[in-house]
T-cell receptor, first 115, second 111 residues
Framework: SQTIHQWPATLVQPVGSPLSLECTVEGTSNPNLYWYRQAAGRGLQLLFYSVGIGQISSEVPQNLSASRPQDRQFILSSKKLLLSDSGFYLC??????????????FGNGTRLTVT | DAKTTQPNSMESNEEEPVHLPCNHSTISGTDYIHWYRQLPSQGPEYVIHGLTSNVNNRMASLAIAEDRKSSTLILHRATLRDAAVYYCILRDRQAGTALIFGKGTTLSVSS
């Protein structure tokens, strides 16, 4: 069966510090991968998605970047965090090449607080 | 993705059925209707999806209007654990298309 791992679960970082959040998927090959963010009291915002190694689509211009160095690894990074980067970050995967009828499966999320 | 409209909130009593409506009047012929729910402090969880016919699974039922301009998620017997934000999302057939979440419906369940 497929599983998705996301870490850390919580993180407190000072403004201006770097960020690296990691997500890995097991039990499937070439998954579609996604990063979402949910600010406090708000809806889920799509940040990045990837359909393959080195292929990243950015949905919202911001202080963040994403990379996919391996087939089942998706990393969210920032060189210098802003207060507005605080939120609940969620990684998700879906089956490759199955389009709109394939569900997304989410990890447990990382709650980031920038102080 | 086409837009959906859901009530901001709904209330239910435990062990009663819950009907969560969703309007999607601009749906295209290739859009699938997906439902997800998000419990507090957790990532969204897939509930059900469909294209034209009504769908049932262990979690819920999805009733789709004949013209596909609306749908209803049915929880047959609400429990306290069903209290969550429920999202109705349209998703087209492009491979790799991500889900665009709206504000959803916050369901409260009382004992």
């Amino acid at each position: 069966s497929q599983t998705i791992h996301q870490w850390p679960a919580t993180l407190v970082q000072p403004v201006g510090s770097p960020l690296s959040l990691e997500c890995t998927v097991e039990g499937t090959s070439n998954p579609n991968l996604y990063w979402y963010r949910q600010a406090a009291g708000r809806g889920l915002q799509l940040l990045f998605y990837s359909v393959g190694i080195g292929q990243i689509s950015s949905e919202v211009p911001q202080n963040l970047s994403a990379s996919r160095p391996q087939d089942r690894q998706f990393i969210l990074s920032s060189k210098k965090l802003l207060l507005s980067d605080s939120g609940f970050y969620l990684c998700a995967w879906s089956r490759p090449g199955t389009g709109s009828y394939s569900p997304l499966h989410f990890g447990n999320g990382t709650r980031l607080t920038v102080t | 993705d086409a837009k959906t409209t859901q009530p901001n909130s709904m209330e239910s009593n435990e062990e009663e059925p819950v009907h969560l409506p969703c309007n999607h009047s601009t749906i295209s012929g290739t859009d699938y209707i997906h439902w997800y729910r998000q419990l507090p402090s957790q990532g969204p969880e897939y509930v059900i999806h469909g294209l034209t016919s009504n769908v049932n699974n262990r979690m819920a039922s999805l009733a789709i209007a004949e013209d596909r301009k609306s749908s209803t998620l049915i929880l047959h017997r609400a429990t306290l654990r069903d209290a969550a934000v429920y999202y109705c999302i349209l998703r087209d057939r492009q491979a790799g298309t991500a889900l665009i979440f709206g504000k959803g419906t916050t369901l409260s369940v009382s004992s």
